[in-house]
């Protein structure tokens, strides 16, 4: 007996509803598979999915510099003139690209590891050589009172007997990763480092030790500093300026949301900083969110109160009112330099 129209849409009714019911079954289900699968996939141990990647950064990590070269040096030191600066850059350096060390899990669901700190210049990627030379303050005559407040006299001496002045002319190379000093050589004292540079000393030497949490015990740990240096805190900044917040910046627990801000501490400039929501990118047909670290990380106190305690030298900051960057002097061994230029995730310094 065949089936007339009614039947048919009787038929197709009750199909519909169990392809419903199905629906609100497996779905929820099917989620629920996947969110599983990715705590366990990324818990950071040996053996899930994200361990290597861990231990290697997938993606290249990228560190740029603009430098402000001066255009009237001796103007500047003959007649006191303000100097006429003129900015170049980016000059590009991959960093992070080397495997952890010493990786030690221990019971409470953390790991501890070294970053070995190594820079390798990328010319594709920049406007110039490493070779190029830019005329900037001397680190060493300017950090000279500072580290020796009672010997200002000597100091003066030495550097005319080292015919060393206030502006110098050196690379890319030599101002990032340091040079020998002749002022500095002169100073006949053993504990004292002839090398000076911003960043010095750096390739082959090691950041941390680290200790984050694995996310075993709570997947949104997974990551989060537990410790920098067996501290959780850093001496260089005062209250919660000297926090240590967040993951190292390689990497964050997973569930983001747009409303999250992604707290991540960086050696570099000794301090703590966040990103928000910037926007939407696909990648691979992956959608991914952009977080932006916020004009509000560098914003001078009277604009972000939050950020009295990053204030250590009322002379540098003009009293507590320049904004944009920060003075990094004090985590330096008393090096005069700044870093700013907060534009995204990745820190791009102004020397």
């Known amino acids: 007996m065949g089936c007339n129209r009614s039947c048919g849409l009787l038929t197709v ?175 006949k004292i053993p504990s004292i480092d002839k090398v000076v540079g911003v960043f010095y000393p750096h390739n082959e030497t090691y950041d941390g030790p680290y200790r984050i949490y694995t996310g075993k015990d709570d997947i949104k740990k997974a990551g989060i500093i537990h410790s920098y240096q067996y501290n959780r805190t850093v001496n260089y900044w005062e209250g919660h300026c000297g926090m240590v917040n967040g993951t190292d910046g390689s990497s964050f627990p997973p569930f983001v949301s747009k409303d999250d801000k992604l707290y991540m501490f960086s050696s570099d400039i000794c301090r703590s900083a966040y990103g928000i929501f910037d926007s939407e990118q696909t990648v691979k047909d992956i959608l991914l969110y952009r977080f932006s670290v916020p004009e509000a990380i560098t914003a001078a106190p009277s604009v972000n109160p939050d950020n009295i305690c990053f204030c250590t030298d009322k002379e540098i900051s003009d009293n507590c009112t320049t904004g944009g960057i920060i003075d990094i002097s004090s985590c330096k061994e008393g090096n005069r330099g700044k870093m700013g230029g907060f534009g995204t995730i990745n820190l791009c310094g102004l020397v």
């Open 13 to 187: 009714a009750i199909i519909g509803a169990v392809l419903a019911i199905l629906g609100g079954i497996l779905i929820p289900v099917g989620n629920h598979f996947v969110e599983k699968t990715i705590k366990k996939e990324t818990v950071i141990e040996n053996g899930t999915t994200i361990y290597s990647n861990w231990i290697v950064p997938g993606s290249p990590v990228y560190r740029q510099f603009w430098f402000f070269d001066v255009q009237n040096p001796e103007d500047v030191m003959e007649n006191g003139s303000a100097p006429i600066l003129q900015q170049k850059g980016p000059y590009t350096y991959m960093v992070r690209y080397l495997p952890k060390e010493n990786i030690t899990e221990h019971e409470d669901a953390t790991v501890s590891y070294l970053l070995p700190n190594i820079a390798l210049f990328q010319p594709d990627m920049s406007v110039g050589s490493e070779n190029d030379t830019f005329t900037i303050v001397n680190l060493a005559v300017v950090a000279a009172p500072t580290l020796f407040p009672s010997m200002v006299q000597i100091m003066d001496l030495l550097m005319q007997s080292s015919k060393s002045k206030f502006l110098q002319t050196r690379t890319v190379k030599e101002i990032l990763w340091g040079y020998e000093d002749p002022f500095l050589k002169l100073i």
